[in-house]
């Protein structure tokens, strides 16, 4: 499991200690007692969902528009997860600096349409790219890489069923199990690693790819990326429209018909609740106090690592799996004044390294916006940190490529953590994945998310999409 730095690990304490203080008086017995709760305080619906990040967002709005009770439990303030906007004061323009771009297939294209948002082609925009170690702050004026990837892809097409899942033939293939540097030496894809790396952003757990599980690589590096590198890809044409718009639009419509709680979470529940006809009853914290969610079933969205699952009540084989999850710290964010030039994108480029990859924990871009002077950033590396901690790291990488002497103004930040929930080659081989999906409709329970199909929205909507008629089964 990846490590937390102390400064997070005080941090995540203090939160956890403050919501037990909320709660120490009380026995769980009782916060999922309807007794304990005034009758509008008490929820009762078909189904309760989990984490309104892209899955979750989005199987609520497919439950309901089939005329299914939902709530949607969100911890933030607003949903969306991996999607960030910032709107620039000065203009009032959004700039999209997590999620960027989406799948051009049927279901994006219909999703975007039930809430009126446009969608246009992807541009790769026209800013110079320049390489630098940003470890060093060498620049690299000759640096070439080769982005045909016609080659990866037919390995990766040997394996069809991970476009959609993480079905696996058993024994698993060993080539399966290699790690991602033996593969490239096997398939004489050396030429290739740094045009990969760029579609890699946020897999650093292990910190150098090159010892990453194979399989892991492909599930990130899977049809859907290898298309949106070849332009596949549509976004939202700015200034007027932005990748937030779609989770406001869904955020408006369930507030009006009750059916989300935001800035709130679990803090205990019975996946085999007999208050809820032997289905689910879910204890919540809000900003109102607390709520008692009575549901038939759950959809758990949120990633399924031992500190957010630990209030539903795991059993051993649960808890067992759920253990063994390595992640990456994922970051985005947005700067001025970088003292950069704003027609080029800077890549992280090792002047020492195998196939020129970036170290890591480290920025793996600077990139000009569509709001001069605007730069955006993403970093990543095996540890969970702070914010405040990634913005040095980032700042101290910045002043290495820069001759600037005035610092940057750090305007927006978005964490990403725990992601790309990965396990090792010993555990796939004995069938984690194969487990794994096998809890679905256990104790009521079924889950989406990106540890159950991948990080890409419209491969997630898919996924998310092809369980809901199981769950409607099971009502």
């Given amino acids: 499991m990846a490590p937390i730095s102390c400064k997070l690990l005080k941090f995540c304490i203090v939160i956890l200690l403050c919501a037990k203080v909320r709660t120490a008086n009380i026995e769980t017995s009782t916060l999922l007692s309807p007794g304990y709760y005034s009758d509008s305080d008490i929820i009762i619906r078909d189904v309760a969902v989990i984490g309104g990040g892209s899955s979750g967002t989005y199987g609520t709005i497919k439950l309901k528009d089939l005329g299914t009770s939902v709530i949607l439990v ?3 303030t607003r949903l969306g997860g991996h999607v960030n906007t ?11 600096y ?10 994006a294209l219909d999703y975007f349409d039930r809430f009126d948002i446009p969608l246009v082609d992807f541009s790769f925009g026209d800013s110079e790219a ?3 170690d940003f470890e060093t702050g060498q620049f690299l004026p000759n640096f070439t890489y080769s982005f045909n990837l016609g080659t990866y892809a037919e390995q990766l097409d040997k394996f069809p069923d991970l476009a959609y899942s993480w079905d696996l033939p058993y024994p698993v ?15 004489g894809l050396g030429d290739q690693v740094w045009g990969m790396h760029t579609i890699l952003d946020g897999v650093a757990n292990p910190a150098d790819i090159l010892e990453a599980v194979t399989l892991n690589v492909f599930k990130w590096l899977d049809e859907g990326y290898i298309a949106g590198a070849q332009g596949a890809d549509r976004i939202t044409q700015k200034p007027d429209h932005y990748n937030a718009e779609l989770y406001e639009k869904a955020l408006a419509e369930l507030q009006t018909d009750h059916s989300v709680l935001l800035n709130s979470t679990v803090i205990a529940a019975n996946r085999q609740c007999p208050h809820s006809g032997q289905g689910v009853c879910v204890a919540v914290q809000t900003d109102e106090g607390h709520k008692l969610i009575l549901a038939k079933k759950l959809l758990i969205s949120i990633p399924p690592v031992p500190w957010n699952m630990e209030p539903f009540g795991l059993d051993a084989k649960e808890e067992a799996l759920f253990q063994k999850w390595d992640y990456s710290g994922y970051y985005t964010g947005l700067l001025n004044n970088s003292g950069l030039d704003p027609n080029v994108t800077y890549y992280n480029t090792g002047a020492n390294t ?3 990859l970036p170290t890591l924990p480290g920025t793996y871009f600077f990139q000009p916006t569509n709001v001069e002077g605007i730069t955006m950033y993403w970093y990543a590396g095996p540890d969970l940190l702070s914010q405040k901690e990634v913005e040095i790291h ?12 005035q610092n940057p103004d750090f305007v927006a930040f978005g964490d990403h953590s725990p992601f790309k929930l990965v396990v090792g080659a ?23 998310g990106a540890a159950f199909a991948t990080h890409n929205s419209v491969e997630l909507w898919n996924f998310t999409s092809s369980l809901i008629p199981d769950i409607l089964k099971s009502l």
């Fill in 74 to 76: 969100e911890k933030e």
């Fill in 86 to 96: 910032y709107f620039d004061p000065g203009t009032g323009t959004p700039i999209d």
């Fill in 98 to 107: 997590g999620v960027q771009a989406f799948w051009n297939l049927t279901i």
């Fill in 173 to 187: 293939p060993e080539e399966l199990l290699s790690s991602f540097g033996d593969f490239i030496t096997k398939h």
């Fill in 426 to 448: 010993d555990d796939i081989a004995n069938g984690f994945y194969r487990d794994l999906k096998a809890l679905q409709g256990e104790k009521n329970t079924w889950y989406t």
């Fill in 354 to 356: 195998a196939y020129n």
């Fill in 394 to 405: 980032v700042f101290e990488q910045l002043r290495r490529i820069t001759s600037q002497t």
């Fill in 130 to 132: 320049k390489y630098a």
